[in-house]
């Protein structure tokens, strides 16, 4: 693929992902944003493009933080090298990776003043009267601090069950629902916080630990976090293993950890939107394989998908048994029919992929060998 096509795509993804309506997964999002790293390592997308989550409906408001991305790594060879690249003193935080969408509190002499949307890392839209009917929100902290939190508006899974049924998955729920002009159904949305900084520069917390205590203390929602004294590149497989195995466990959507050195270089999170001291940690495409019962057509806020149902199947902790087929000129390139034998792959979908037609031998051109 030519190096502008990736860029367009990247950037309609992105955008797509940022507002809601995510139409490929984390996982081959990844693919295409690894395709233009090797193709073109300095391009100027890598290093300063996010996506944006616009509204015409909220005004505008400046971070007081930058809101950027995270490197990733799928591989014990791959945190290997982010750990050794790491600075700190040998402590270590792993976190969930939560999958909602960026909100940045901000905080003036410990009262709550406004919540600003990640928009394109520096601006984003100010939904102060919807995130006050979020649950999570603290409006006083109890002293005297002023400066920006950062955090996740989330669905739980229990949630979207009970309220949010058309939505495809929790994160497209949260995004589209946070935003909503007369807020409804703000109030069934959460609000996990995972970072603070004082504005005053003087000021700094003594760690990660440290700072996700206080967040604790305040009264704040808190991702799980474990802390590490050298920590290795086994344990962190071990842990992602053990936490996928474990997703059903999970009130709210995950798509990996988060592993941060504990000490708190203030220079690197806020020159690079891609620190050197924390990374995500995210699980390699997996893949599982069933027999197509049925093929049914999901309307979603008016748009029809075709999805497969299929024997129930175990992958990474969940059973699966939907599996989207994207849209029909898929349907027919795959020649899809109830019968056949597939293999699938889920990342942070609620609704997997088909990744190939096994009875017939096509393959999803998204899906690589």
């Known amino acids: 693929m030519e190096i502008k096509e990736l860029e367009e795509l990247i950037i309609y993804h992105q955008n797509a992902y940022y507002n809601g309506n995510a139409e490929i997964s984390d996982a081959e999002f990844d693919a295409l944003w690894d395709e233009l790293k090797s193709k073109d390592p300095t391009n100027k997308l890598i290093t300063s493009k996010v996506g944006k989550d616009d509204s015409d409906f909220f005004p505008k408001t400046k971070h007081l933080m930058i809101m950027g991305s995270q490197e990733k790594a799928n591989s014990k060879e791959e945190v290997e090298k982010k750990l050794a690249g790491m600075t700190g003193d040998g402590d270590y935080l792993i976190e969930w990776k939560l999958d909602g ?15 600003v949307t990640r928009g394109d890392a520096e601006v984003g839209d100010d939904i102060t009267p919807n995130a006050i009917k979020m649950n999570g929100i603290i409006l006083d902290v109890g002293e005297d601090f002023t400066g920006p939190i950062r955090g996740e508006v989330l ?19 949260a995004n589209g629902t946070m935003k909503r002009k007369d807020g409804e159904g703000c109030q069934y949305l959460d609000i996990l916080v995972y970072d603070a900084r004082y504005s005053n520069t003087t000021k700094s917390f003594k760690g990660e630990d440290t700072l996700m205590c206080w967040l604790k203390e305040k009264g704040f929602m808190t991702p799980e976090w474990t802390v590490y004294e050298n920590l290795t590149a086994d344990q962190c497989m071990a842990k992602l293993k053990e936490t996928f195995d474990n997703l059903d466990k999970i009130p709210y959507d995950i798509d990996g950890l988060v592993i941060k050195q504990a000490e708190i270089d203030m220079d690197d999170l806020n020159t690079n939107i891609c620190p050197k001291t924390q990374f995500a940690l995210k699980p390699a495409r997996s893949y599982a394989t069933s027999t197509v019962k049925d093929i049914i057509w999901d309307n979603t806020n008016g748009s029809f998908t075709p999805v497969c149902i299929i024997e129930p199947t175990e992958l990474l902790g969940a059973t699966i048994t939907r599996v989207n087929a994207y849209n029909i000129q898929f349907l027919l390139d795959m020649k899809l029919e109830i019968g056949d034998v597939i293999s699938f792959t889920r990342f942070s979908e609620i609704i997997p992929g088909v990744a190939r037609n096994l009875s017939k031998n096509t393959i999803n051109p998204r899906c690589k060998n």
């Open 101 to 115: 969408a960026s909100l940045e509190l901000q905080y003036e002499n410990g009262k709550f003043k406004k919540a």
């Open 155 to 173: 669905l739980s899974k229990e949630n979207k069950e009970k309220y949010f049924k058309d939505y495809k998955n929790c994160r497209a729920a």
